[in-house]
């Protein structure tokens, strides 16, 4: 049975606020259960919990699709001690569901990621979902953490695309 690893989820009629944040079960299973509704939930507190509980099940290789200032990043990279982590984000402007972010903005957040990363063993890949996705080869990664485009049909894209 799939085990979902949840922070916070809200979601409005075209909106995903937060999304399950990781999923454990075999591939062949994962997409049938949730589907049928059929899954353990594990609520963690807060993010540095779930960079802590990535860390207690040994993972050591991730990514992180939608960056922004590389808060978490860094986070996870202290948590994790010899992490490899790659960062997805194209860094561009864009604006909706209330968040407006212009490119003198984006320019600013690659800048701080860059130093917030700085002496981690971390990649970052200035690129879609999408690009980054197709990059990556199936089953390399122990977790995925998606928190790019919120829309719901862009996480539902999102896990379609980084699911094993």
Known sequence: MTELIVETVIIGSNYVYAIIIFMMGSK?????DLQKGEFNMRRLRTRIDLAKYFNELGFKKGAEV??????YSQILCEN???LKLLGVDNYRPYGGHGIHRLQSTQDD?????REKVKGHDYSLLIG???????????ES??????DADH???????DIRLWAP
Request: aromatic share 12%; hydrophobic share 45%.
């Open 128 to 138: 879609t979902s999408e690009q980054a996705a197709e990059w990556v080869e199936d």
């Open 141 to 146: 990664l122990d977790f995925v953490l998606l």
């Open 80 to 82: 994790i001690p010899n």
């Open 151 to 157: 829309s719901y049909e862009a996480v539902y894209k």
């Open 66 to 71: 939608g960056v922004c200032n590389g808060r």
């Open 109 to 113: 957040n690659l800048l701080v990621t």
């Open 28 to 32: 062949e299973t994962i997409w049938a």
